[in-house]
């Protein structure tokens, strides 16, 4: 492992040297729209009473908003497009701390998948108005689930064998 853009790296921070690889394919739904137009303005965590933010969702896809409605909470899945992908050690707070990119939700990781529970505001046509987003306006949105604390998860099958 090397230094990658030094002038970008924090003290202790390391980079890969290995080339990013490009092999899966995203395809994105739509686009968030958030106040924030920096990085120092995004939030370290949305927050449930934060501002509205919106889902816009490509006409396409607008029929795959039927029952989203039904769900107070949503889990929305977006691609961090500006964020580096080469850093495995990163010091996140500026402080020294040298912590490893998986164990933190730092946007820098090899695959800048981002993710946050939101809480469903309104439906406007194929446009979710959502509060708890800690994205930059115009970050591409990948996939929207209802949370899964919605869903109950069944208690194992027993078989008659087990007895």
């Known amino acids: 492992m090397t230094t990658a853009d030094e002038a970008d790296l924090r003290d202790g921070e390391v980079a890969t040297d290995r080339p990013v690889s490009y092999d899966a394919a995203v395809q994105f739904i739509g686009t968030i729209r958030t106040p924030y137009t920096s990085r120092d ?3 370290r965590q949305g927050a449930l009473d934060g501002p509205d933010c919106r889902l816009e969702l490509l ?5 795959a908003l039927k029952g989203i409605t039904r769900f107070d ?3 929305v899945l977006y691609w961090l497009h500006l964020s580096r992908r080469d850093l495995v050690l990163q010091s996140p707070r500026s402080d020294g701390s040298i912590t490893g990119t998986f164990a933190l939700r730092s ?3 090899p695959n800048p998948i981002g993710i946050s529970k939101v809480r469903l505001i309104r439906q406007e046509g194929s446009v979710l108005i959502v509060k708890g987003l800690d994205c930059l306006d115009k970050t591409p949105l990948i ?5 899964r604390c919605s869903f109950t998860p069944q208690a194992p099958h027993k078989d008659a064998d087990d007895t």
Not at 59 to 63: K, M, V
Not at 143 to 147: M, V
């Open 143 to 147: 996939d929207i689930k209802p949370e």
């Open 73 to 75: 909470y949503l889990d």
């Open 107 to 109: 946007p820098v990781r």
């Open 59 to 63: 006409e396409e896809w607008a029929p």
């Open 41 to 43: 303005m995004c939030p």
